[in-house]
Each structure stands twice: as structure tokens, then as C-alpha cells.
């Protein structure tokens, strides 16, 4: 099992990021896949979740703003972000729930 987080960067408040997650491995059409984040001294958080039949959940601060999405063809998991925030700062990680696999993760800092 393998994940890959790519897209993260440095983007002004208001701006937007395009996180992309490759997964191989696995049968990724067949899992959930999660987005979370981790800030500084804070603990990991889920912020989106997209399952298999394609339904989606986010955590009411993202809402909104934040876009899941996934390509089973391509194996690609998303997350569209928009109106960023300082406050949305951290490493994103994706994550095929149900496997024990973590990727490098991607740094977002949102900040002028």
C-alpha cells in the first residue's frame, strides 16, 4: 500500500490548493478515503471523507469550502480548497481507511 500527497504549497488568505493523493496497492475503487490534517502542536484531524458509492463528509469548519472528490480509474483522491485561511495550515495526509498505511504528507501554509 501506497499513498502519495502532492499540491501543497504557499498561498495567500483567500487563495486556493489543489491536494492530490496517489494510492496503489490496494483495490481503491473498494475503500473510503479520508483527507486529514496535522498543525503544529495540534493533534491529526479529519477534515473529508469521500466513500465508495462517492458520498462525502467534512468537518464544519472546512465546509464550504473544501471539495473531496476521486478518480477510481486514475486511483486519485482530491481536495479542492478554496477561501483558505491561516487557520488551515498544516501537513495533509490522505488515508484509505481500514489499511495501516500513512503517506509524507503535503505542507499547506495559508498566510500573507
Known amino acids: 500500500v501506497q499513498l502519495v500527497e502532492s499540491g501543497g504549497g504557499l498561498v495567500q488568505p483567500g487563495g486556493s490548493l489543489r491536494l492530490s493523493c496517489a494510492a496503489s496497492g490496494f483495490t481503491f475503487s473498494r475503500y473510503s478515503m479520508n483527507w486529514y490534517r496535522q498543525a503544529p502542536g495540534k493533534e491529526r484531524e479529519l477534515v473529508a471523507r469521500?466513500?465508495?458509492?462517492?458520498?462525502?463528509w467534512y468537518i464544519d469548519s472546512v465546509k464550504g469550502r473544501f471539495t473531496i472528490s476521486r478518480d477510481n480509474a486514475k486511483n486519485m483522491v482530491y481536495l479542492q480548497m478554496n477561501k483558505l485561511k491561516p487557520e488551515d495550515t498544516a501537513v495533509y495526509y490522505c488515508f484509505a481507511v481500514g489499511l495501516p498505511t500513512w503517506g509524507q504528507g503535503t505542507q499547506v501554509t495559508v498566510s500573507s
Open positions: 469521500i466513500n465508495s458509492g462517492g458520498g462525502t
